[in-house]
């Protein structure tokens, strides 16, 4: 049985990694380089790396020698890229076929559709046809309504009319080799998974599910796990507030018999002890 990742998720936003709360407020937290960097260091299983700035902006705005003022997302992406040793995905402003290929000619091993999965899902079909199935992740953004959830577009902004469970079986049938499946809502609010929501999408397709929005604590990824069974779980500003927690957490659902990988730093040290 294929290892469950424990995946950490970053956001970009003009040049600088933010933390995010309900999509609206975003926290600046560091450069792209340093952060890749520390997770890398860590054995994570891999990174997702998501870009939402609005308006094109990517440079830092620094003068210090030790940072790059990049002008793209190719150029960070090219730059985190050398400072990581795990997979790594990449999303945000995809839209062509140009795009996909810059991405991953700059590192990228996978690439996130999301805006552009709602507008032309025939978008998605082409990329695997091109690219193959296993290297396109569709990302669903899901806010609750009163009986069911609703899928949003726009940066949660815009209600598209169907249920993620509708949308993922869709966005499967084009040809997404796997789906993020994240809750507006529970946004950086540290509350724990909407664990129904992602069960509802897992129970709904084949392919791989990845569960994103809520981690505030450890009991939080046992949880979804234990009800709704994802393939990956992903997490964002958890990993962000001290420097192992991605190792904590590791080390969390090892010791509580959940199929992850080994932590490595234990591994390290018992080598070093011999």
Not at 118 to 147: L, M, N, T
Not at 162 to 170: H, V
Not at 201 to 206: E, G, K, R, Y
Request: with cysteine; net charge negative; proline share 4%.
């Amino acid at each position: 049985m294929p290892k469950l990742r424990l995946i950490p998720v970053i956001l970009l936003k003009n040049g600088k990694i933010v933390q995010s709360k309900k999509f609206k407020r975003h926290q600046i937290l560091g450069t792209p380089s340093v952060i890749v960097g520390r997770l890398s260091n860590w054995f994570s299983d891999e990174l997702i790396f998501l870009d939402i700035s609005r308006d094109g902006i990517h440079c830092l705005n620094r003068d210090d020698l030790n940072f790059n003022n990049n002008n793209s997302i190719i150029d960070i992406i090219e730059e985190v890229s050398r400072k990581s040793f795990m997979p790594l995905t990449v999303g945000g402003g995809i839209k062509t076929i140009s795009d996909v290929e810059s991405r991953l000619s700059a590192g990228a091993d996978k690439v996130v559709i999301n805006t552009q999965a709602v507008y032309k899902p025939e978008f998605i079909r082409e990329c695997s046809r091109i690219f193959g199935s296993q290297c396109i992740v569709v990302s669903i953004d899901a806010r609750a309504s009163k009986d069911s959830w609703g899928v949003y577009s726009d940066y949660g902004k815009n209600p598209i009319g169907e249920t993620p469970s509708e949308f993922a079986k869709k966005v499967q049938d084009y040809g997404a080799g796997e789906i993020l499946i994240n809750s507006i809502d529970n946004d950086g609010a540290g509350n724990g998974y909407d664990i129904k929501l992602v069960k509802s999408v897992v129970d709904s397709v084949s392919i791989p599910v990845i569960a994103l929005g809520g981690a505030g604590v450890p009991e939080h990824f046992s949880e979804c796990i234990d009800s709704a069974s994802p393939d990956a779980i992903a997490a964002s500003n958890i990993f962000q507030y001290t420097e192992n927690s991605y190792f904590n957490i590791n080390r969390f659902l090892y010791n509580n018999s959940f199929n992850v990988r080994r932590p490595e730093l234990e591994t390290i040290f018992e080598a070093g002890d011999n």
